[in-house]
């Protein structure tokens, strides 16, 4: 008999942290179902931070295998107030999903970098970029440690990411500017960040929740002994709104997409297929004849590094485990198909310098 619920009527909550076979459940505000009784305020007197209940995954779930990660909006089911516990009854249909860290409902990626100490690496930087857009998922760029460079670099990194097709936001984690604009970007979303090592993410973190490390003990002081135990994602509230993972997304960003998606990563290139086409559909602008891709902007050559890179992973992934095991792509005038496989760093060699030629013709051609 299934029995039509009021929505109305619905306990609803985020999951904010997992350990073994409990979640932590932040309730939304506001909802009728929340009583005003005494048990129901000690819940809320427990945590300063909002109302928590420790919930487990009803039985039904288990079965059916469905999975709870943090981010998962659910449905609980027989709150006891009292004690602070509850049974997850229901999953909502998840907006996105990331899968390391595992978070479900990221809004956003807060992609993070130094101007200074470390300087930006572009060719780094673009391989994140391109990571994160590979989740679908919107990115918001950060520059961190704005404090060690002078206005004129500020600016001229700011021209230079906006010619890539990226707005920045520049902040300084220790001189304290720009935060203002980093709270307003965050509220109300659930942030993953990401960027390489020493750029000052966790002086961010520690500064954006500067009560991180005591609210751990509340918050998950039920699930774990600590933050940094196991390999434990948690989402932290900001104090202006918006949870914000603890975990760093993607430290190695490799490109793991087809070769034929590529240039959907990258802004300059939807930017120039906005307006023209290729002549062949497929093509993987590189030396197709009429290709409105291939120019001369500054991550051209980063595509093609990464193309490159797109192709061998999708040649080994068609040799294991697939029929066509001694099968790759190989583009030809445009089209992309399957041919015997060579060695890869031979094809690689091979390739690097067809590259080399084009552009070299390229460069030719525009100079005439
Ligand atoms: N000048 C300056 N230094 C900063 C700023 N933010 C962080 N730092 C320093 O940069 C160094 C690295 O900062 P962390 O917060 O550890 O960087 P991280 O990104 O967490 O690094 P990993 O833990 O290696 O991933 C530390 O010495 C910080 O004190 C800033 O805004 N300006
Ligand atoms: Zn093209």
Same mark, same amino acid.
């Given at each position: 008999?299934?029995?039509?619920?009021? #929505?109305?009527?619905?306990?609803?909550?985020?999951?904010?942290?997992?350990?073994?076979?409990?979640?932590?459940?932040?309730?939304?505000?506001?909802?009728?179902?929340?009583? +005003?009784?005494?048990?129901?305020?000690?819940?809320? +007197?427990?945590?300063?931070?909002?109302?928590?209940?420790?919930?487990?995954?009803?039985?039904?779930?288990?079965?059916?295998?469905?999975?709870?990660?943090?981010?998962?909006?659910?449905?609980?089911? &027989?709150?006891?107030?009292?004690?602070?516990?509850?049974?997850?009854?229901?999953?909502?249909?998840?907006?996105?999903?990331?899968?390391?860290? #595992?978070?479900?409902?990221?809004?956003?990626?807060?992609?993070?970098?130094?101007?200074?100490?470390?300087?930006?690496?572009?060719?780094?930087?673009?391989?994140?970029?391109?990571?994160?857009?590979?989740?679908?998922?919107?990115?918001?760029?950060?520059?961190?440690?704005?404090?060690?460079?002078?206005?004129?670099?500020?600016?001229?990194?700011?021209?230079?990411?906006?010619?890539?097709?990226?707005?920045?936001?520049?902040?300084?984690?220790?001189?304290?500017?720009?935060?203002?604009?980093?709270?307003?970007?965050?509220?109300?979303?659930?942030?993953?960040?990401?960027?390489?090592?020493?750029?000052?993410?966790?002086?961010?973190?520690?500064?954006?929740? #500067?009560?991180?490390?005591?609210?751990?003990?509340?918050?998950?002081?039920?699930?774990?002994?600590?933050?940094?135990?196991?390999?434990?994602?948690?989402?932290?509230?900001?104090?202006?709104?918006?949870?914000?993972?603890?975990?760093?997304?993607?430290?190695?960003?490799?490109?793991?997409?087809?070769? /034929?998606?590529?240039?959907?990563?990258?802004? +300059?290139?939807?930017?120039?297929?906005?307006?023209?086409?290729?002549?062949?559909?497929?093509?993987l602008h590189r030396d197709e004849?009429?290709c409105?891709?291939r120019?001369?902007?500054?991550?051209y050559e980063h595509y093609l590094d990464f193309l490159e890179e797109?192709i061998?992973?999708?040649?080994?992934?068609?040799?294991?485990?697939?029929? +066509?095991?001694?099968?790759?792509?190989?583009t030809?005038?445009?089209?992309?198909?399957?041919?015997?496989?060579? /060695?890869?760093?031979?094809y690689r060699r091979v390739s690097r310098r067809t590259q080399q030629q084009n552009l070299q013709e390229l460069y030719? &051609?525009?100079?005439?």
């Amino acid at each position: 008999m299934s029995v039509t619920k009021d #929505p109305a009527n619905q306990l609803l909550g985020t999951v904010v942290a997992v350990q073994a076979n409990y979640y932590q459940v932040r309730l939304d505000a506001n909802q009728d179902r929340i009583p +005003e009784t005494d048990d129901a305020n000690q819940a809320r +007197e427990n945590s300063a931070f909002g109302y928590f209940l420790l919930c487990t995954r009803r039985a039904r779930l288990k079965k059916i295998g469905q999975q709870v990660i943090v981010g998962d909006r659910v449905e609980i089911e &027989e709150p006891d107030w009292a004690g602070g516990r509850g049974a997850i009854a229901q999953v909502l249909p998840r907006q996105t999903q990331l899968d390391r860290p #595992p978070i479900a409902n990221t809004d956003q990626i807060l992609l993070v970098f130094a101007l200074a100490d470390p300087p930006i690496e572009p060719y780094q930087l673009s391989r994140f970029l391109v990571k994160a857009e590979l989740t679908g998922i919107d990115v918001c760029l950060c520059l961190n440690k704005s404090d060690l460079v002078t206005q004129l670099e500020q600016q001229q990194w700011r021209d230079r990411l906006h010619e890539w097709g990226y707005q920045s936001l520049l902040i300084s984690a220790y001189a304290h500017t720009g935060l203002e604009q980093l709270y307003n970007q965050l509220a109300n979303k659930i942030t993953v960040f990401a960027g390489p090592s020493g750029v000052g993410k966790s002086s961010l973190i520690n500064y954006l929740i #500067p009560d991180i490390n005591t609210r751990v003990g509340e918050v998950s002081g039920k699930l774990s002994r600590g933050r940094h135990t196991t390999r434990h994602v948690e989402l932290f509230e900001l104090p202006g709104g918006g949870l914000l993972a603890d975990t760093p997304g993607f430290n190695q960003p490799d490109i793991d997409c087809t070769p /034929e998606e590529l240039a959907d990563y990258f802004p +300059e290139a939807q930017q120039r297929l906005a307006t023209q086409r290729c002549q062949f559909n497929d093509c993987l602008h590189r030396d197709e004849p009429n290709c409105v891709v291939r120019g001369d902007w500054e991550r051209y050559e980063h595509y093609l590094d990464f193309l490159e890179e797109a192709i061998v992973t999708q040649a080994h992934l068609h040799q294991q485990g697939n029929p +066509e095991s001694t099968l790759k792509m190989k583009t030809k005038g445009g089209k992309s198909q399957l041919e015997p496989k060579l /060695e890869t760093k031979k094809y690689r060699r091979v390739s690097r310098r067809t590259q080399q030629q084009n552009l070299q013709e390229l460069y030719q &051609e525009t100079d005439l």
